[in-house]
């Protein structure tokens, strides 16, 4: 998979693991942990709601906080007792109007696949196609597949964002607090 960006995420939508490309472009959400705070697994919730550069990074920062928040819900519907979502949630609820209201209208939504427009801060501007994939064996964890039709100028962007990842010393591992199952005692 040297061509597609990957990454594994729990139900939290905490990123557990990811491929030299899928750290690559992720770089400003990973960054964006790099930057203070306590030791935890880059969140992409915490991301779109919390930083302030994630409307520039996500295109459609609309539809990807939907996205988020329907996940989000879909999980706590699946493990309603789970304490670390729940401090998530009121994490988020106490620090973002929007992701407050969006949380309010009980939507729950897959992720599942379609097309994803970045900005990204080393690329620019590049459309991908994304596939969600979930591993039946580990319930709550899913594989994100991002890919670009070859020869495309997001095809190419790609390119050059492994041939970055390949001189990062710390492309394709993460900063986890976090168990590799993904799982939390408690």
Known sequence: ???????????RLDIL???????????PVFDSLASGGPRRPANLAR?????????????DW???AHAAVGSL????????????????????????????????????????SGIQPFRHPL?????????????????G?????YSAEPGSAAHQALGILASWAATQPRAGRLNTAEPPDG????
């Open 1 to 11: 998979m040297t061509e597609t960006a990957a990454f594994l995420r729990n139900g």
């Open 17 to 27: 693991a990811a491929n030299p490309l899928g750290h690559a472009l992720y770089s």
């Open 47 to 59: 991301f779109i709601f919390l930083d302030d550069q994630s409307p520039q990074f996500y295109r």
């Open 62 to 64: 609309d539809g990807i």
């Open 73 to 112: 819900r879909a999980e706590a519907g699946r493990a309603p007792h789970d304490r670390t979502l729940t401090s998530l949630v009121g994490e988020l609820s106490l620090r973002s109007q929007p992701f407050r209201e969006l949380w309010a209208a009980h939507d729950v939504e897959y992720y599942r």
């Open 123 to 139: 690329v620019g501007d590049l459309d991908l196609e994304y596939d969600a994939l979930e591993i039946p064996a580990d319930p």
């Open 141 to 145: 964890q899913t594989i994100i597949i």
């Open 183 to 186: 799982h939390t005692p408690g």
